[in-house]
């Protein structure tokens, strides 16, 4: 059997044998180009070169990153906080006058609004007038009491020369006369105990129309609400013409004095300490970075101090991790944008 017959199957097909042959003659062998062509562009030495470059760049650039990083603490939620002091009137009446408007810059001292003191002044003028006849009385009193000593000193002295009289003669001195006598210093003394008591009495009035003119002139200045902050106006609900009652809010006024309150993680207060620097960026002021510090650390999450406290005691628990308010005193206020309560910041207190 030749060679070639032996690469042949037994079971053939002869034409089909000879078409494969055919086939096989005429497919054109790979060149050493069309080899070159077939390497992709990942299995490119430079490529792999300057990917390895890359991932080591992004490695150290990560390392340089976490070592920067975890030397600050940082959250976003955090707020700009203040006191806000919200006005109400302490009497009821007609406001005559707003001297302010919307976001206007106020002093401590600066007139606010006034309501219409007529019915204050009147009452005022009253409690005077009662006060001056209180005064008045009093003085008739001490003169009564004046005349009341005289006269129980008068009978006094009668009732002593009486009975010194009776004692060297008796029958110069009738016993009727000792008695009218003793009668009239007692009848004089009680007048100079009761003028005494009225005098007490006016005084006390007196007193008591001194506490009214007091509230009178109180209810006067009340007609004048001014501010009691160096701050802005804000939430203005008056106008001129309104009728206002003790208690009705009227405005608001933001203080100067403002902070931050961040409210942190408490896996982040481990190293947290009062004083640490701290840099505060501001959306409202384009990013800018304001410098401040810790000035105290709230005992106590948020969620303690809400109306409706967790009771971790009943049910199934699942341990969520709580936040707790940061008081962070900014340094530089900035006064070129607008900075308010409510506003967002980002705090980033440096821990190491």
């Known amino acids: 059997m030749a060679p070639d017959d032996a690469r042949i199957p037994r079971n053939y097909d002869e034409d089909e044998w000879e078409s ?44 340089v990153w976490w070592l920067h990083a975890r030397k600050y603490e940082n959250t976003d939620d955090a707020f700009v906080d203040a006191h806000i002091v919200r006005l109400s009137p302490q009497v009821a009446g007609r406001v005559t006058l707003v001297h302010v408007t919307d976001n206007q810059l106020v002093h401590k001292g600066d007139p606010l609004l006034d309501i219409d003191a007529a019915d204050f002044d009147a009452k005022l003028v009253q409690a005077k007038a009662q006060q001056a006849q209180a005064e008045t ?67 006390a009035q007196i007193d008591v129309y001194k506490a009214a003119v007091d509230a009178a002139q109180l209810n006067v200045g009340y007609t004048r609400i001014v501010s009691p902050v160096d701050g802005h106006i804000a939430q203005r609900s008056v106008a001129t013409g309104n009728y206002v009652s003790p208690g009705q809010s009227l405005m608001a006024i933001v203080p100067l004095d403002l902070w931050v309150t961040a409210n942190f993680k408490e896996t982040q207060l481990a190293r947290m300490h009062v004083g640490e620097p701290v840099t505060v960026t501001v959306d409202s002021c384009a990013g800018r970075e304001i410098n401040g510090h810790i000035d105290s650390v709230q005992r106590g999450a948020g969620q303690a101090f809400g109306l409706l406290p967790p009771e971790n005691a009943t049910g199934n628990y699942v341990k969520v991790v709580q ?30």
């Open 20 to 63: 494969r042959l055919e086939r096989t003659l005429e497919a054109p062998k790979e060149s050493p180009d069309s080899e070159k062509q077939k390497r992709t562009f990942f299995s490119n030495r430079y490529f792999q070169a300057g990917a390895a470059v890359l991932a080591l760049g992004a490695i150290g650039v990560g390392v």
């Open 137 to 203: 009385q009093l003085l008739q009193n001490e003169a009564t009491e004046k005349g009341a000593e005289a006269q129980a000193e008068n009978a006094e002295r009668d009732l002593v020369r009486y009975r010194q009289l009776q004692k060297a003669s008796p029958q110069a001195v009738a016993q009727q006369q000792i008695d009218q006598a003793v009668a009239n210093e007692r009848n004089t003394k009680a007048q100079l105990a009761a003028a005494q008591a009225q005098i007490v009495s006016a005084r």
């Open 323 to 352: 936040r707790v308010p940061v008081k962070i005193v900014l340094d530089d206020l900035p006064t070129d944008c607008a900075l308010g309560p409510g506003m967002s910041v980002v705090p980033s207190v440096k821990v190491r």
